[in-house]
């Protein structure tokens, strides 16, 4: 049981280390190229999609609902579909957030290859600059960690975390740009307790 809960509290000890790191880089110029990717395709009426493969295919899934509940309709695209007709929803011109810790996942490179023949503009988010992934893309998000927060340090748990607060700060930029307020986000989001006028 004490092992357990060292393990636990290295792993929020460097979860913290790892946010706070990914908050230091939290301004406009780490976004200012996939802004204007944004702006451009938005002000010609292409769409945002957005993909990853494993645990970044959940992450995607995830992020595709919050950027269209923000003002920011976004379209989930299966990874390993891409390359068998589903690179068909994406139209010239749209844009493409490719999620891949490694950035050298072959599914992917070859998704992304297939989406930049099809002319969309891609918005790497790796950890590393030098990957595959992050090279193909009109421009990079770099999400790197030095660790994963436990002992084995590969289960994808600090990495997955950061690429989430980073994503999540791009969308809180789109719908801060687009001045969303609450009877928009009611508009979008009837159900629930988050449906409700008045609800913090």
């Not at 000890?13 to 451009?40: G, M, Q, W």
């Not at 976004?74 to 010239?92: I, M, N, P, R, W």
């Not at 749209?94 to 070859?110: Q, R």
Request: aromatic content about 8%; proline content about 3%.
């Amino acid at each position: 049981m004490q092992d357990l809960q060292h393990q636990v509290s290295v792993f929020c000890d460097e979860t913290s280390k790892a946010i706070c790191e990914a908050a230091s880089v939290f301004n406009l110029e780490y976004y200012r190229d996939a802004l204007k990717l944004l702006a451009e395709a938005e002000l010609h009426s292409h769409r945002l999609h957005i993909t990853g493969i494993g645990k970044p295919h959940h992450i995607a899934n995830y992020m595709a609902s919050l950027f269209s509940s923000t003002g920011t309709a976004c379209y989930f695209l299966d990874g390993t579909e891409a390359t068998h007709g589903s690179a068909g929803q994406v139209k010239a011109g749209d844009v493409i957030i490719a999620i891949s810790y490694y950035g050298n996942i072959p599914e992917l490179i070859a998704a992304v290859k297939a989406l930049k023949n099809n002319g969309a503009k891609i918005i790497s988010v790796t950890g590393f600059p030098e990957s595959e992934i992050a090279k193909m893309g009109d421009t990079h998000l770099n999400v790197h960690v030095d660790k994963e927060g436990d002992y084995l340090n590969k289960p994808p748990r600090i990495s997955m975390l950061v690429t989430l607060f980073m994503l999540m700060n791009l969308s809180l930029i789109l719908q801060a740009e687009k001045g969303i307020e609450d009877d928009d986000y009611i508009k979008w989001h009837p159900a629930g307790q988050l449906g409700k006028k008045g609800i913090l």
